[in-house]
């Protein structure tokens, strides 16, 4: 039994997992408490700066690549030709960086409540934000909720949604109403793509967001799993549902075909994660 000195490290306790998770701290960088949350940022030993928004993980500089390029790419290169992007939540600009990466998208718009976390991500993970500037990006603080709801129709291709977990100012983001909003956005043949959760530990949750998707008229869905060494239990994933026309797979042959300068993601990490384990496959097609 090691006895740790606990003012060295951060631990996220899960009480809903039964797990916790730490990181070692070199010291506390800054906290600020926004109207929405409490935002916490940490210099680690080994895994660069941490962003705690409410006592829960959210990014280190080390391995955020695994979430942002798994949030972005298999659901840009799912459609055929992606040009109106919208990004709700993504303050830490991870995911709009990873998104401008595709030279045929024109418009993105990212649209996330809280200021605070892009002012802390500008400071702590500058190399998050060096696309920010983009002029094909336009980046927002209101409230996505409302943002997809007044949307026109049919006005664009990929939503992203990038929150937190479904508590907090994240929980408007997993119901029927915010999925109906983003289905009439979406031109057809569009894709919603959302952070959906640790399969391992979160599967009705997963298995309600998927039904919610269906109902309000999704068609083809696919849940991906990724390995996310900071997040409960280590494996992630996100969720694509297509407002479809014909169903025609989720383009695994194109994402073999384009070189993206990306760290986890390639044409067959894409491949392999549509494949999906068995232990999600057996819940996912119980009647
Ligand atoms: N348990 C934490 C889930 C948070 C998912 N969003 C992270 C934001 C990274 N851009």
């Not at 809280?114 to 927002?140: G, H, I, W």
């Amino acid at each position: 039994m090691v006895n740790l000195d606990q003012s060295k490290w951060f631990t996220e306790i899960s009480e809903r997992d039964g797990s916790a998770f730490s990181l070692r701290i070199n010291k506390k960088l800054e906290e600020k408490q926004s109207p929405f949350q409490k935002v916490e940022m940490f210099e680690t030993t080994d895994f660069g700066n941490l962003m705690i928004i409410d006592g829960c993980t959210m990014v280190t500089s080390r391995e955020n690549f695994f979430y942002h390029e798994m949030i972005s790419h298999p659901a840009l290169l799912a459609h055929p030709a992606p040009k109106n992007v919208v990004i709700i939540g993504g303050g830490d600009c991870g995911t709009l960086r990873e998104v401008l990466k595709h030279d045929g998208v024109e418009t993105v718009t990212q649209i996330d409540i809280d200021e605070v976390v892009t002012q802390m991500s500008l400071k702590y993970f500058p190399e998050l934000c060096e696309s920010n500037d983009d002029p094909r990006a336009t980046v927002m603080f209101d409230d996505g909720i409302k943002y997809m709801r007044e949307l026109a129709g049919e006005s664009i291709d990929v939503v992203i949604v990038d929150g937190t977990d479904p508590v907090g100012p994240g929980e408007g983001l997993f119901n029927h109403a915010f999925y109906t909003s983003c289905l009439k956005a979406l031109r057809p043949g569009g894709i919603l793509v959302q952070q959906s959760e640790s399969p391992l530990m979160h599967m009705p949750l997963l298995v309600e967001m998927r039904n919610a998707m269906l109902d309000v008229g999704f068609n083809d869905l696919q849940t991906l799993p990724f390995p996310q060494p900071i997040y409960p239990s280590g494996l992630w994933s996100v969720t694509l549902a297509r407002k479809s026309q014909a169903f025609d797979g989720f383009r695994e042959d194109t994402a073999s075909k384009i070189a993206l300068q990306s760290e986890y993601y390639n044409g067959a990490i894409h491949h392999g994660a549509l494949s999906t384990p068995n232990f999600m496959q057996r819940v996912f097609n119980k009647k």
